[in-house]
């Protein structure tokens, strides 16, 4: 296996990009922006300073854009993050790799306060070896930022580690930092999507990672064929 394993967290380890989309939705509204849903599901995956500017012009955001990305992280700490559960297989995934001797880092766009929480929902502390989240990048995913972040707590070079994300603002992240990423379908992106933006393998979820392990690329001699 690799010596270090780098996951995301919302639609990889943890169900809530649906919560995110609709907190958003919610927050764009009271500041007289009505957009799709489905448009904004397809950034979740972004922080909100990358998501912003996708919704938002110039003047917008220069007039309202903090306000409204402090909105909504209220929002979605009060009113949507409860509803958040672990994928099945995920707290199993962690502990397996870390029983394997791999070092765990989460490289994810998600605010410190929500790390906590997942991380008592997923097993605890004890099951990773450090986290870095949106306050610890300059740009947030698909810039590298989260991810060199991640490595150098790591002390890992890039070629030393793998990816595990579910969008491709993951793999476009992870590549621009030097780590190949593994995808999951199960925060809603296409399996082309995901084999576009750079994924080396794709697989449905935690639970089916888990259930192939030793066939995939975070095991020691990966497989030729990685795709479902």
């Known amino acids: 296996m690799p010596r270090a394993v780098l996951f995301d967290i919302d639609g990889t380890l943890v169900d ?13 509204a009271r500041y007289g922006k009505e957009v799709p849903y489905d448009e904004i599901r ?3 995956g972004k922080g909100g300073d990358q998501l ?17 990305a402090e909105y909504r992280t209220g929002l979605y700490q009060r009113q949507y993050l409860p509803w958040a559960k672990p994928f099945p297989g995920a707290r199993e ?3 397996r790799l870390k029983q394997g001797g791999e070092l765990v880092g989460l ?14 929902m997923l097993g605890g502390a004890s099951l990773i070896d450090a986290a870095t989240t949106a306050e610890d990048a300059e740009q947030t995913k698909p810039h590298p930022d989260i991810f060199l972040a991640c490595l150098d707590r790591l002390a890992m070079d890039p070629d030393q580690a793998v990816a595990v994300g579910d969008s491709p603002y993951d793999a476009q992240a992870a590549a621009r930092a030097g780590v190949h990423t593994v995808g ?7 399996q082309r999507t995901l084999e ?7 697989y449905q979820d935690c639970a089916d990672l888990l259930a192939r392990l030793p066939a995939t690329p975070l095991a020691p001699e990966p497989a030729s064929e990685h795709r479902r």
């Open 184 to 190: 999951l379908l199960s925060g809603g992106f296409e």
């Open 52 to 68: 912003l500017p996708v919704f938002l012009n110039d003047e917008e955001l220069e007039r309202f854009g903090d306000d409204l």
């Open 16 to 28: 809530s990009v649906d919560l995110h989309a609709r907190a958003w939705q919610e927050a764009l």
């Open 196 to 202: 576009e933006a750079g994924c080396v393998a794709i």
């Open 42 to 44: 397809s950034q979740i």
């Open 107 to 120: 490289a994810s766009s998600c605010k410190r306060m929500e790390l906590g929480y997942y991380l008592r």
């Open 93 to 95: 995934l962690l502990a």
